[in-house]
């Protein structure tokens, strides 16, 4: 027979599958373009103070990507450790929120660190005119300015990670025959269907 013209009831069912989490999907879409902005983090840090606190040591510019890291593993064991407990007491559910809940306060997150970024942005590119730099190339200058304002955008985008990106793999793994769990990227043996809905 044609496999182009007969499919088995397995590849019908997991067509199915994929086609019912394309709205969900989606919606990950403009968090992933607010993380992957990783290139103008480093350009902006480059130019700016990057001093800690005023000491004599040196962020490299690309290491600024550790705080959103950092706020990203601080943000999963405080909810699981410390928000889930309680909430579960409130919601009547054992892991607190709901999986769809948790993406929407991850894109909520990544749109105030989109706002942040652009605040910090503008007021980085005011100081920059305000002190003559504007006509020099980035190498060539370093502003007033304290590269800790950068901070706030990447602890943002590491909280709204950890709410967004691990809600939506528990989302899809719960989704997804088993057959497919690979396309869910998912180590997490513990989601239950019930949290998907």
Same mark, same amino acid.
């Given at each position: 027979?044609?496999?182009?013209?007969?499919?088995?009831?397995?590849?019908?069912?997991?067509? &199915?599958?994929? $086609?019912?989490?394309?709205?969900?999907?989606?919606? #990950? +879409?403009?968090?992933?373009? /607010?993380?992957?902005?990783?290139?103008?983090?480093?350009?902006?840090?480059?130019?700016?103070?990057?001093?800690?606190?005023?000491? &004599?040591?040196? $962020?490299?510019?690309?290491?600024?990507?550790?705080? #959103? +890291?950092?706020?990203?593993? /601080?943000?999963?064991?405080?909810?699981?450790?410390?928000?889930?407990?309680?909430?579960?007491?409130?919601?009547?559910?054992?892991?607190?929120?709901?999986?769809?809940?948790?993406?929407?306060?991850?894109?909520? +997150?990544?749109?105030?660190? /989109?706002?942040?970024?652009?605040?910090?942005?503008?007021?980085?590119?005011?100081?920059?005119?305000?002190?003559?730099?504007?006509?020099?190339?980035?190498?060539?200058?370093?502003?007033?300015?304290?590269?800790?304002?950068?901070?706030?955008?990447?602890?943002?985008?590491?909280?709204?990670?950890?709410?967004?990106?691990?809600?939506?793999?528990?989302?899809?793994?719960?989704?997804?025959?088993?057959?497919?769990?690979?396309?869910?990227?998912?180590?997490?043996?513990?989601?239950?269907?019930?949290?998907?809905?």
């Amino acid at each position: 027979m044609d496999p182009w013209s007969l499919c088995t009831i397995t590849q019908v069912e997991e067509l &199915k599958a994929l $086609i019912k989490v394309l709205p969900i999907w989606s919606t #990950g +879409i403009p968090v992933a373009v /607010t993380l992957n902005q990783h290139s103008f983090g480093v350009l902006q840090a480059k130019i700016m103070d990057r001093r800690f606190f005023l000491s &004599k040591f040196k $962020i490299p510019p690309a290491s600024f990507g550790v705080f #959103g +890291i950092l706020s990203m593993t /601080t943000t999963v064991v405080f909810y699981v450790q410390v928000l889930v407990p309680l909430l579960s007491k409130f919601t009547k559910r054992k892991r607190g929120l709901s999986l769809r809940e948790r993406m929407g306060i991850g894109i909520a +997150i990544s749109c105030l660190a /989109t706002a942040v970024s652009a605040i910090v942005e503008r007021k980085r590119r005011n100081e920059a005119i305000r002190e003559g730099l504007s006509n020099y190339p980035a190498d060539a200058v370093v502003m007033n300015k304290s590269a800790m304002w950068l901070v706030p955008q990447h602890c943002l985008a590491g909280i709204a990670e950890a709410f967004n990106f691990i809600g939506q793999i528990e989302f899809y793994y719960s989704q997804f025959p088993k057959t497919m769990s690979s396309i869910a990227m998912s180590h997490s043996q513990y989601c239950e269907k019930c949290d998907a809905k």
